[in-house]
């Protein structure tokens, strides 16, 4: 059985169109007029369960709603989801039990009591037994060092501490898929590498499925071994990071230190023949761009062999720029033709948009 299983998810909201006017606002209270907005076109993917997954697009493109759903907040417009065997809008009970859910951007915290007390209400909703409880609660405050901080009002938290508590309050009731959503957004470099080690470590001590979004791709770089990225609500990329850095990267970057004084000239007369680019950076450092059509070897082995080398330099492509540039494209399958789907024709809602508590 996959962690999550999705076939054909769609959702579509109803949105109020506001006419123009004064005219135009006594009329919207006598009709209202409304548009359909599709956030999330018939996506489909599978996760295997102990998987951490990347879940990336621009602002709007589908993400919020895709976990919305996933976790049993909304209701798809139509298509088939599974979490854990289970269908999460109709058997939200038994679900939840199975799930640990972060919004970097919401807490799930009580604002005005101490964290401790927080951890104590959700072991009720949970229904985790004490001793069960205890013992969890005291492996994830020592992972992620929250001793001194329990008897804190969450509100006199700084926000890297409501950060690691937020996780801990996810994970006391031992869900075997974390959903996170933004987790380390504001955070800064110390606290996010702190929190990415513990999913690591969480993630090969006790095989949790993660699926995170984020728009840090330093996030999806330190844990993710796949990535699925959405644009206006489909699926353009489906797959591992490397290939998606292999696929879109246009080339790599190789810089040189000579023994002795170089030019262009020289070093054109050594790669003569294949399509790389040089960048003289003063008498004796020079970059040599390789774009994927050459042979790296090759072309390096040309150099090697007509100059004295110093010192050589590869840089990897940046993953960053790499996502930029398929965002500023627009949709990634011109590129590449991968797993994009033509978007169905617009269906009617068939049930209610969000779920009964
Ligand atoms: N409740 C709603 N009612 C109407 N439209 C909505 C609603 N929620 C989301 N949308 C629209 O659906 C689209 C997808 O939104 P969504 O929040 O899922 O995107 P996202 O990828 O999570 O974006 P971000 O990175 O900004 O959080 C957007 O056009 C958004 O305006």
């Known amino acids: 059985m996959h962690a999550i299983d999705v076939k054909d998810l769609r959702k579509q909201f109803k949105v109020q169109k506001n006419r123009e006017g004064l005219s135009g606002a006594l009329k919207d209270l006598f009709k209202r007029d409304y548009r359909e907005v599709t956030a999330v076109k018939d996506i489909s993917f599978q996760i295997p369960q102990g998987e951490i997954c990347g879940y990336i697009g621009e ?5 919020s709603t895709t976990i919305k759903m996933l976790t049993g907040i909304l209701v798809p417009t139509s298509g088939e989801l599974k979490v854990n065997g289970f269908i999460p809008y109709k058997e939200r009970e ?60 969450v509100r006199k938290l700084s926000l890297g501490q409501r950060m690691r508590c937020e996780l801990v309050a ?29 999913l690591l470590e969480m993630n090969r001590q006790e095989g949790t499925t ?64 294949l399509a790389v680019s040089w960048t003289i950076d003063n008498d004796v450092t020079a ?37 930029r540039g398929i965002y500023q494209t627009g949709s990634a399958e011109a590129s590449s033709g991968t797993v994009a789907k033509q978007p169905a024709e617009a269906m009617e809602v068939k049930k209610e948009e969000v779920a009964s508590p």
């Not at 504001?186 to 513990?198: A, C, H, M, S, Y």
């Open 210 to 273: 993660i699926l995170l979004t984020t728009h840090d791709l330093q996030d999806i770089e330190a844990l993710c071994s796949r990535v699925i990225m959405l644009d206006d609500g489909q699926i353009i990329y489906d797959g591992g990071l490397d290939e998606l850095k292999t696929r879109w990267s246009k080339g790599r970057e190789i810089q040189f230190q000579f023994g002795s004084h170089t030019s262009l000239t020289k070093l054109q007369a050594l790669t003569a023949g």
């Open 170 to 198: 996810s994970l006391l009731h031992n869900p075997s898929i974390l959903f996170l959503d933004e987790p380390t957004i504001g955070l800064d470099i110390v606290v996010k590498t702190e929190i990415r080690d513990f």
């Open 59 to 63: 602002n709007g493109a589908g993400k």
């Open 94 to 153: 038994k679900f939840v039990n199975g799930i640990g859910v972060v919004f970097g951007q919401r807490s799930q915290l009580w604002w005005d009591i101490g964290v401790i007390e927080s951890f104590q209400l959700l072991r009720k909703v949970y229904r985790v037994p004490e001793a069960e409880f205890k013992k969890r609660l005291d492996n994830l405050v020592e992972r992620l060092q929250l001793g001194d901080l329990l008897n804190r009002p």
């Open 287 to 323: 970059k040599m761009f390789v774009p994927h059509e050459v042979s790296v070897s090759e072309a390096m082995g040309r150099v090697v062999g007509g100059a004295e080398i110093r010192d050589i330099k590869i840089f990897e492509t940046n993953t960053d720029e790499i996502v």
